[in-house]
Each structure stands twice: as C-alpha cells, then as structure tokens.
C-alpha cells in the first residue's frame, strides 16, 4: 500500500503563473487535508476535503487559492497568480475516516521567483 | 479554539542523554494530541498520539509522551539519545470531531557526539 503521493516534489512558478499541487491519498483513504509550512514555522492547516466536497476550507486565504477532491483522480491544490509569499512546502495528509489519524506525504516545495 | 505551545525552538543533547521536548496545549474540551518527526526535506511521521486512552503513551524508536491534564502539558521524552533522532518535532492538537491539525511551530533537536 503506497503512502501519500504527492508531486511535483518541487515546483518553482515566476510571479503571476498558477500552481497545481497534487496529492493520491492512501488507498481506501477518503479524507485528505492540505497543510501549509512556511520557513522555521509549523504547519498551518488549509483545507479539509472528502470526496467532491469541501468540508473546512478556513484556512484557505480568501483569493486565489482553491482545492478540489473530484471523485477520480487526486485532489489539486490550485494557486493563481503566485506571489513571492507563497513560497513554502504544502503538505497533503489522507486519512480513512474523520477520527484516525492522517498520513502526510512528503510535501510540495513551491518557489516563486 | 485550541493552541500548541512548544517551548524551546532548538534543543541539543548529548549522544546518550534524555530527550524531553516540551509542549502545552490549550483546548476547550479534553483534545487529541499528536508528535510527529519530520527529517530535512521530508513529511511528517507519526510519533504518537493520545486520543484518551492511557495517560502514557508509547511510541515509536524509543519515544513517549504523557498527557497531565491538570497542567495542559503532553511532553516528549526518550531515555536515551541517539544521532539518528536528530531532527524537528512538531506537537499538535486536535478537538474530537473537528477538521485539521493545530500545530505549534516545532523544536529541532540537535544531538552532540
């Protein structure tokens, strides 16, 4: 059973392209979660899926940034007109259910120069 | 609202010596409580977690925890050293029933020879 799968694994994006992260959960896993980490910080949380449907999305900034979990294929963590500030790792996490706890995979490296 | 306070953002130990890494919560109602590792570059891997159960929890490569309620506090700790733990821990906390993980902000464990 691979874990998380996440990629690209590191993705450097000019200011104003769009970003695409992607994130296959663990098979049977229909939770996932999508974690920010900015530079000596701790993850922050962003947004909660299940499948097609968005549940928590509060940490989500308001513009710009969007999350889907269709019902094939991985879950994309879409972020347009990139800026310097978005620069960190996001992590995805998939669990099977609401209270067990979340595999993380091992990130998506963004750099916008 | 809940919060993880982890106190110390770098921590060194001989080679050998006990690890604690220390961390304090506050929730509204009796919470989750997890410790992941993350080496450089790499997710993050479950350590432990409390979810009610035994006050003193096991973990993996010699790790353990103990919730005490009375003072919000669910430290880490390993009897003994080794250079392989070198790395940065994270300690969360999470409401039952609720979406994501808080995490507070880590400590970097660095092992001296």
């Known amino acids: 059973n691979a874990g998380v799968m996440q990629n690209p694994r590191h993705l450097v994006r000019r200011r104003g392209q769009e970003a695409r992260l992607r994130c296959s959960p663990m098979?049977?896993?229909?939770?996932v979660y999508w974690y920010r980490q900015l530079p000596e910080e701790g993850l922050k949380f962003m947004v909660y899926?299940?499948?097609?449907?968005?549940?928590?999305e509060s940490g989500m900034p308001k513009e710009r940034f969007s999350a889907e979990f269709p019902k094939e294929g991985p879950s994309i963590l879409r972020i347009q007109q990139v800026v310097r500030g978005d620069s960190a790792a996001y992590f995805c996490?998939?669990?099977?259910?609401?209270?067990?706890?979340?595999?993380f995979g091992q990130g998506t490296r963004l750099t916008v120069v | 609202a809940q919060s993880v306070t982890q106190l110390g953002s770098h921590v060194s130990v001989s080679e050998g010596a006990l690890v604690l890494l220390r961390c304090n919560y506050s929730?509204?109602?009796?919470?989750?409580l997890f410790w992941y590792v993350q080496y450089p570059n790499q997710g993050l891997q479950l350590l432990l977690k409390?979810?009610?159960?035994?006050?003193l929890v096991k973990g993996i490569n010699g790790f353990e925890a103990e919730f005490k309620k009375s003072e919000t506090s669910f430290h880490l700790t390993k009897p003994s050293a080794h250079m392989s733990d070198a790395a940065e821990y994270f300690c969360?906390?999470?409401?039952?029933?609720?979406?994501?993980?808080?995490f507070g902000k880590g400590t970097h464990l660095i092992i001296q020879p």
């Open positions: 996490a998939s669990s099977p259910n609401a209270d067990t706890e979340a595999f």
């Open positions: 098979k049977g896993h229909s939770h």
């Open positions: 899926l299940q499948k097609e449907n968005i549940i928590d």
């Open positions: 929730s509204s109602v009796p919470p989750y």
């Open positions: 409390y979810t009610s159960a035994a006050t």
């Open positions: 969360a906390v999470r409401r039952p029933g609720a979406d994501g993980l808080t």
